[in-house]
Structures are given as structure tokens and as C-alpha cells.
DNA sequence: GGTCACACAGTTTTT
DNA sequence: CTGTGTGACC
């Protein structure tokens, strides 16, 4: 099995040549079910078996930790290889594999004094940047009602993907509202800096900024990597762009996977057209596009297909299938969002009691807004049903969470006055408790788990839950399971580095681990794919959703996500929506979506009349 | 220092 | 409708 070739097999003629393709850009279209990821990992596993490339001189990048984790698995596999968790790409015979964040975190630890970057700096998620940022308004003395925090983050986050630093701003200021925004960015970054911290945005940005000041820095990076393959190249954002025009300047040996027709993610500053102009930037580009799919039925697929085609901003691939025609796509009128939510329940009832072939984890539903999800738990609890929900509260964004990693930041780093923040609002006495204890503890070399429970036990943090109550106790389990992740971590700064760097795989309570049927946004659908889904809310306003109505681009957008939604179906999709909806407690009365019109009418059938009683 | 009431805003999300 | 966050009050 070790034999070369076996990597080519069951691969089709475009995959095949995309895995064998030798020196130079390569651009791979991969349609939705394409087999996208085969194709990357098999190019990275033909590179190095058959090429005999070293492993270290190929980086894979990708935009989630998710998909760095499904390739270096793969990979391993293709290589015959073991890997664990623990050692991962540290075992030297697999290329690094991960997201632009983590890569450019690396370098930034590497190299980042050349920028006066402590190699010890930490990284600020959103809440401690809304912190930053309200320290920063209160020194400039802009009141938060004025402008809202969140807003003028959105837009420093922005001008941090177009690569426009604090000091450049003021000059691209337009109107008052940039104008704060100019002074506000200028004292962030001063915090940012005092804190020794940087946001995310800040990793890429420094990154690039680093490869264009040093260039012998560059060029060390530049003759490690000789190969560099790109997952969902769509969502490259400005900044992610220009760092992976650096990366590959030298030898050009970028691989770039995407799919405009799957650009989901213009609002944080994704921009699809870098996919188009690396045409541009590189003539002699090869384009190989996947068009096979191995997922979803003819009709699935044709339904899709025509529907994406009323977009003209970008090119569409046509997708075909050696899969039979299958069924027609069911549409369903309910009078309300309960009624919606009544015939979901009664058609997944259907297929799991009067067959025995289905599982509820064979169900998706998606929707457009995460208000959309309640209505639809409450039914699937009344029915009995098991669902999973999927996107929520993240694990590390919860409260009790980061209040224990409060403490642990700034414990590794005192400079880390947002950490200090949170503390203090826990309570001065326990601050004060805190801080003895840190004197008396920072010449003993304590591990993470031991600096956090002698942390929890001096200060008395458990005591703010009660096991009692409910809540709390999920509060104290998340405690709990944030104890297990401190002991794979026994160095606080690795902790805290994949802390900030990595969600944890949650939850891992009982329910989950039972077949459920997902619930979930068609966002979050995105890379997954189910024998039934149920695509709810088709309504003007909801989907596409009112605040992208003004633009083409908008309505394009919205477009690219009802394709990667109806994607997702394997063998049957149902769309459904509600003549009338409550909605945030308003009650609303919506046309049907004009993204149903744009399906064929021979494509569809109607759910209603098997439904009159 | 902690609790409670009121105002208020509410696409989509990863790092 | 509901979660969050702020400000007033004990």
C-alpha cells in the first residue's frame, strides 16, 4: 500500500491532474461534494511521496482549525503515519498544516522582535479587544453612546484587513464617524502595545508588515516553504492575500482551492475575487475545475445550479453526478413559523418510524438567523426527537471561562491590564487574594492545572455557583472541562497560545454523543453534508435577509449561501417557508424567497396537498 | 460590593 | 421575545 500510485487511485481524471501537477500556480474549482479536500491533501501526499519534496517544505493553510485537523489526519493516513494529537505536526514528517492565524502567530513568536513584537505577546479575542477599545474611547474621551464599541472595532478590524495602519488612517478618515474612528485606532494600538498584545487581525497584519521590512526574514520563509497550498481560497481577506503573494513569491508554487459560488463570509472581509485575479497575477496559471459531485442527486444539483446562475459577479461551475436523478425537491407553505416548525417534525417522523432506514442523524435544518433555532428546539423537545445545536456560545467565550483564563493571563503576563479588568470586577477582595498569591507563587514552577485550581481555591471563585442550580452547574462543568484541556497543557504559555488559537471540541455531554438531528445557521452548514435537510425561513427579508437587500451584492451573497445550503442534500431537500412569521416578538407577513423562484418549476414539487386533511 | 431593574438591540462567524 | 449590559440603590 505504500506503493506510489495508490495515492492516484479512485481519484477522477481532474483530481488526478491536479495531484500530479508539477511546478507552477495552480488553481483548483472545486464545486460543493467535489471531493475538494481529497485533492488537496492527495497533491501534498503525491509531493512528497512521489516528488520526494520534504515535508517541511510544504505549508497548507486553512481558515479554520477544523479543517487543519481533517487534513493533517488525512494526510497522515496517506502517509502511513501515526500521529496523535500531542505530537501532530511537531513530528517533523508532516508539512505544517494550519490556519493563517496560528502560522502567522508562529512567525511573529519567531521574528516578530524585528518589529518590536515581545515573542511572549498576547493574543486579544474579541471581548478583550471591546475592552481595549473602551479604554481607548475613554482616554480620547468619545462616549460609548456616541458611537458604539463594536462598531468602531468593526471598522479598526477593517482597515486592519486593507493593511492600513493607525498612523495611515487619519488620512483615508471620511465624516465623523471615521474621524473618532481615526483618533480611537491610534490609542488602541498604544494599548495594544502597552498591553503587549495583539488582536487577531493584528497577526496577519504584523505578518505581512514584517515581510515587507524584512526582507531577509521573508526570504527565510520563502526557501522553507517551496510549496504552499491554499484550502477555501475565496475567503482570503485582503490581508491573507498579500501574505500568500509574499509566501509564494519566489517560487510560485501556490495551490489554491476555492469556489466563488461558495463565498459566504464578504461581511468579515472575505473577498472572492482574489480567487478570480490570480489569473491576473500569475499568466501562467493552470485552472483545473471539479465539476464531478459525490453527494447529492441530479436534481439536487440541477435545482442548485440553475438557482446560482441568476449570479453574474463570478463564474459558476456546472456540476454533474454519476448519482441517479433522485427526488424532487419539496417545497412546503406553512402558515406560521410553528406550522414550519410542525411539518418538519412530522416528515422526519415519517422517515424514522414508518421506515427503519434513517437515523435523526441523518437530518439537517438549517436557517438563515441563529432567533430562528427556538421555535424549532421547542418542537423537537415536545416531539421527543433528539437535536444537537450547532454554533451558540463558544466554548471560550463563555463567562466562566474566561474568568479563569483571566487570572492565567495575567498571571503569564501582568502587562495584561484587560485581564486585570475582569478580575477586579469579580470582587476586590478576591483581586486582593489573587495578588498575594502571585507574589508568593511566581518563583515555583508550577503547571497550568495547578496554577489554576491553587488559582480557583484562594480566591474562592467556585464559590459564585451554586451546584444547586442549574446553571451554575453547567458553569462548573465547563470549569471542569476547561481543567481537562489545562492538563494536556502542563507550560501556561502553550495553554494560553492555544487558548486563544483553538476552540475546543464541545460539547461533550450525554445528548451529544446520542444520533441527533442538527440544527443549525446555513453558515455553520458550510463543509458538511446530510441524506435529508430542511432549508426553513425562504422568505424576503429573512433569506435573503433584509439588510442585504440594497446591494447586487448583497442579494449575491445571500445567493451563494442558499447554494451551499441546498448543496448540502444528499438525496432529498426540503425548502420551507411561512406565510406569516413572529419574529423578535413582531409579527411579519413576507412574500415567498425569491431564491425558490429562481428554481425550475420541474424541479419542485409541493409538500401542502399531501398534507390536507 | 453586590443585587436588581430597566433599557436596548438583535444577520451571518472564525481566528 | 430574550439575552446582555449599564446604572441606581441598598
Keep these: 500500500m505504500t506503493d506510489n500510485f495508490s495515492i492516484l487511485d479512485h481519484l477522477n481524471p481532474p483530481q488526478q491532474e491536479a495531484v500530479t501537477f508539477g511546478e507552477g500556480p495552480l488553481l483548483i474549482l472545486a464545486g460543493p461534494g467535489s471531493g475538494k479536500t481529497r485533492a488537496l491533501t492527495h497533491r501534498a501526499a503525491y509531493l512528497i511521496k512521489k516528488n520526494k519534496i520534504n515535508p517541511e517544505n510544504i505549508l497548507l493553510l486553512t481558515f479554520t482549525n477544523k479543517a487543519a485537523d481533517e487534513m493533517k489526519e488525512r494526510l497522515a493516513k496517506l502517509l502511513d503515519h501515526q500521529v496523535t494529537k500531542q505530537q501532530s505536526s511537531s513530528a517533523a514528517k508532516l508539512p505544517f498544516a494550519g490556519t493563517f492565524h496560528s502560522f502567522c502567530a508562529r512567525i511573529l513568536r519567531i521574528d516578530g522582535r524585528q518589529l518590536n513584537i515581545p515573542p511572549s505577546f498576547t493574543i486579544y479575542d474579541t471581548t478583550d479587544q471591546r475592552e481595549a477599545i473602551k479604554m481607548a474611547m475613554n482616554e480620547v474621551d468619545i462616549s460609548e453612546k456616541q458611537f458604539k464599541p463594536i462598531a468602531i472595532l468593526k471598522t479598526i478590524s477593517q482597515a486592519k484587513n486593507e493593511l492600513i495602519s493607525a498612523t495611515e488612517y487619519p488620512q483615508y478618515a471620511r465624516g465623523l464617524f471615521q474621524t473618532n474612528v481615526a483618533q480611537i485606532y491610534l490609542v488602541y494600538q498604544k494599548i495594544l502595545k502597552k498591553h503587549q498584545a495583539l488582536d487577531f487581525d493584528d497577526l496577519l497584519f504584523q505578518t505581512v508588515r514584517l515581510f515587507q521590512k524584512e526582507k531577509q526574514i521573508l526570504t527565510k520563509y520563502q526557501n522553507q516553504f517551496h510549496y504552499v497550498l491554499i484550502d477555501e481560497y475565496q475567503d482570503t481577506n485582503q490581508a491573507q492575500y498579500i501574505l500568500t503573494r509574499q509566501l509564494v513569491g519566489k517560487w510560485h508554487n501556490l495551490c489554491a482551492v476555492g469556489d466563488a459560488s461558495q463565498a459566504i463570509y464578504g461581511f468579515r472581509g472575505a473577498n472572492y475575487r482574489n480567487l478570480l485575479s490570480l489569473k491576473n497575477d500569475f499568466p501562467d496559471l493552470k485552472i483545473i475545475n471539479l465539476e464531478q459531485n459525490y453527494r447529492s442527486t441530479q436534481i439536487i444539483l440541477d435545482a442548485a445550479n440553475e438557482m446560482i446562475k441568476k449570479n453574474t459577479n ?27 416548525a410542525a411539518f418538519i417534525i412530522k416528515k422526519i417522523g415519517e422517515y424514522l418510524f414508518q421506515t427503519n432506514d434513517f437515523s435523526p442523524a441523518d437530518f439537517a435544518v438549517l436557517y438563515r438567523t ?24 463558544r466554548f471560550y467565550e463563555k463567562k466562566e471561562i474566561k474568568d479563569c483564563l483571566a487570572h492565567l493571563k495575567y498571571y503569564a503576563n501582568p502587562q495584561n491590564k484587560v485581564a486585570y479588568k475582569r478580575i477586579e470586577k469579580l470582587g476586590k477582595r ?38 444547586k442550580n442549574k446553571d451554575d452547574l453547567a458553569r462548573l462543568e465547563n470549569i471542569k472541562e476547561l481543567r481537562s484541556v489545562a492538563t494536556e497543557f502542563l507550560d501556561l504559555t502553550k495553554f494560553l497560545e492555544n487558548v486563544a488559537l483553538f476552540e475546543q471540541e464541545y460539547p461533550t455531554s450525554l445528548e451529544a454523543s446520542l444520533p441527533s438531528v442538527t440544527l443549525m445557521t446555513t453558515h455553520a452548514a458550510k463543509g458538511t453534508e446530510y441524506p435529508i435537510v430542511f432549508i426553513v425561513g425562504l422568505e424576503e427579508g429573512l433569506f435573503p435577509h433584509s439588510r442585504s437587500l440594497l446591494e447586487k451584492e448583497g442579494i449575491e451573497e445571500e445567493r451563494r449561501l442558499f447554494y451551499v445550503g441546498m448543496t448540502r442534500a444528499k438525496r432529498k431537500l426540503y425548502l420551507t417557508y411561512a406565510r406569516r412569521r413572529l419574529y423578535f416578538g413582531q409579527k411579519s407577513t413576507n412574500a415567498i424567497s425569491r431564491f425558490v423562484n429562481d428554481i425550475p418549476s420541474h424541479f419542485i414539487e409541493f409538500a401542502n396537498e399531501n398534507l390536507l386533511e
Excluded: C, M
Design 314 to 340: 463570478h463564474p459558476i461551475l456546472n456540476l454533474w453526478t454519476q448519482n441517479g436523478k433522485g427526488q424532487l425537491v419539496s417545497l412546503y407553505e406553512a402558515r406560521s413559523e410553528l406550522d414550519e
Design 430 to 467: 478576591r483581586l486582593k487574594k489573587f495578588l498575594i498569591f502571585l507574589k508568593k507563587s511566581k518563583e515555583k514552577n508550577l503547571s497550568t492545572l495547578e496554577l489554576l485550581d491553587k488559582i480557583l481555591k484562594t480566591t474562592g471563585y467556585l464559590d459564585l455557583y451554586d451546584v
Design 370 to 393: 441563529n432567533a430562528q433555532s427556538r421555535v424549532l428546539e421547542e418542537a423537537f423537545l415536545h416531539a421527543s426527537i433528539p437535536y444537537r445545536l450547532v454554533g451558540g456560545t
